[in-house]
Each structure stands twice: as structure tokens, then as C-alpha cells.
């Protein structure tokens, strides 16, 4: 079978498209949840207003995982890595009891 520069394309415009399916697919799995083991050891919370105040007496109004020193995402980003989840995302306004800002 002699390639050709057109099914080179067709084929290389295939598997570009799959990797970024995949891409998009994986990144919504990769999102932590509060149900996580290693989230409810941590207090996690998708949204920091929403924390236990009683619970988590460390927490302070203003922190939220966007500004914590662990926190691995983007300014803008809804969602990005954490130090302490792995391959797991957090929100960007999310908390734990983790929360540092050294």
C-alpha cells in the first residue's frame, strides 16, 4: 500500500481528534470529589462558602483553593491541580483544611 500526502492528513486529522476527545473526557473525570476518601480526610468542599465553620474553625472568609501556595491551576481557571490530589482537580473556589498561603 503506497502512502499518500492525503490519507497521511486524513489519518493525522483522525488521531488529533481523538486526543483531544480523550483530552476533554479525562480532564472531566479528573475532578475531585467531596465523596473522595482523600477529600473528606482533608474537609474538602466544592465551595468554600458552603464550609462547616463549627467544623473547620481554621478556615477563614477569603481563602479558597485559587489563592492557596498548593493550588496548581490558572487566575481564571474554574478548576486546576493541587499539590496534595494528584491527577485530581480542584475548584478553584473550593476549600480544605490544607489551605496555605506561605
Not at 31 to 55: F, H, I, M, T
Not at 66 to 88: E, I, M
Request: aromatic content about 8%.
Amino acid at each position: 500500500m503506497k502512502a499518500t500526502r492525503r490519507s497521511f492528513l486524513i489519518l493525522s486529522a483522525s488521531v488529533a481528534s481523538s486526543l483531544a476527545l480523550s483530552r476533554v473526557a479525562s480532564a472531566d473525570e479528573a475532578k475531585l470529589s467531596e465523596d473522595d476518601p482523600a477529600a473528606q480526610k482533608l474537609g474538602y468542599r466544592l465551595d468554600a462558602s458552603k464550609v462547616d465553620k463549627s467544623k473547620f474553625p481554621a478556615w477563614a472568609a477569603g481563602q479558597t483553593c485559587s489563592n492557596c501556595s498548593l493550588y496548581q491551576g490558572g487566575a481564571s481557571d474554574p478548576y486546576g491541580g493541587c499539590a496534595l490530589f494528584g491527577v485530581k482537580q480542584v475548584a478553584a473556589r473550593g476549600w480544605c483544611t490544607s489551605w496555605t498561603n506561605a
